[in-house]
């Protein structure tokens, strides 16, 4: 029980943050362009993880899961699902998007439960059922009334449940995971980032430290929330994470709403309000059975 309440905790405080202070931020900065936000986000992020683990001396770990057959595979794949979301998302920010991704984050927390029950065994009783009905109504309304395909939800929701559903198969330490993940596309980060930089394209310089500097916050701004909301499926289980993410997609949806000024069409309000009340479902049944 204390361990599911971390758990959820946990989850809470990342999706909150990647909402709130991931939205707002990524939507600042967004004017530098999609490749070399991302680009940044992959270089400071493997630096601060690597300071991490020697700080927190963890290299016996690190060599521990590097040499586990079944790891690097998983982790490969993982590194490359967690790159494409990175950059469907600041694509969706820097083009006034931010409500179509949003509504992939709606959709992920759906296919996390489905997983959850389908790899991992975890129950589905008459509630829970019933908030998964209501979501699946709600995501085809709304797919029925977007004008076009939305395919930057799908692809970020797809690319994300994916991922986590991989992190959950194996047992690696939260920030060693990640840690490797960001060894992976740390080459391709620093090639595109070279291409970048022989071009003139590069916005990072040292005529201009505050930028620098905000550039530098992608590490920390990709590394606490995600190391948060991971660490939070591992204590509560798939399933209920994924439906504490909703805060997410709500936050971002209400701050490119209200804060951004996008469009927002009382159909997806309709949708959105479907999803909401399963939401409510399924939370009220977690509180009555745990």
């Not at 930057?152 to 959950?168: D, E, H």
Request: hydrophobic share 55%; proline share 3%; aromatic share 22%.
């Amino acid at each position: 029980m204390k361990k599911f309440n971390k758990g959820i905790v946990l989850s809470t405080s990342g999706s909150l943050w990647w909402g709130v202070l991931g939205t707002y931020y990524f939507q600042f900065i967004s004017f530098v362009g999609t490749l070399e936000v991302v680009v940044h986000r992959c270089i400071w992020t493997f630096l601060i993880l690597f300071i991490t683990t020697f700080y927190f001396k963890k290299w016996n770990l690190l060599k521990t899961t590097i040499y586990k057959k079944k790891n690097l595979p998983i982790l490969t794949i993982t590194s490359i699902l967690i790159f494409a979301n990175w950059t469907v998302w600041i694509y969706a920010v820097e083009t006034n998007r931010i409500i179509d991704a949003s509504f992939g984050y709606f959709i992920f927390p759906i296919i996390s439960v489905f997983f959850g029950y389908l790899f991992f065994n975890e129950k589905l009783n008459k509630k829970r059922i019933i908030s998964l009905i209501l979501v699946i109504i709600s995501t085809i309304y709304l797919l029925i009334n977007f004008k076009t395909l939305p395919w930057i939800g799908l692809t970020v929701a797809v690319l994300w449940s994916v991922y986590n559903l991989l992190r959950k198969k194996i047992n690696v330490d939260t920030d060693v995971g990640l840690f490797i993940e960001s060894l992976f596309f740390l080459p391709l980060a620093l090639i595109i980032y070279y291409l970048i930089f022989i071009n003139n394209l590069s916005d990072f310089s040292f005529s201009d430290t505050s930028l620098m500097f905000l550039l530098f916050l992608a590490g920390p701004m990709t590394v606490i929330p995600l190391f948060l909301y991971v660490k939070g499926v591992e204590f509560s289980g798939l399933g209920p994470s994924g439906m504490i993410f909703f805060i997410t997609p709500t936050a971002q949806f209400l701050l490119g709403f209200f804060y951004y000024n996008e469009p927002f069409s009382t159909d997806k309000f309709i949708g959105f309000i479907l999803i909401w009340t399963a939401v409510f479902i399924y939370l009220k049944d977690l509180y009555e059975n745990n």
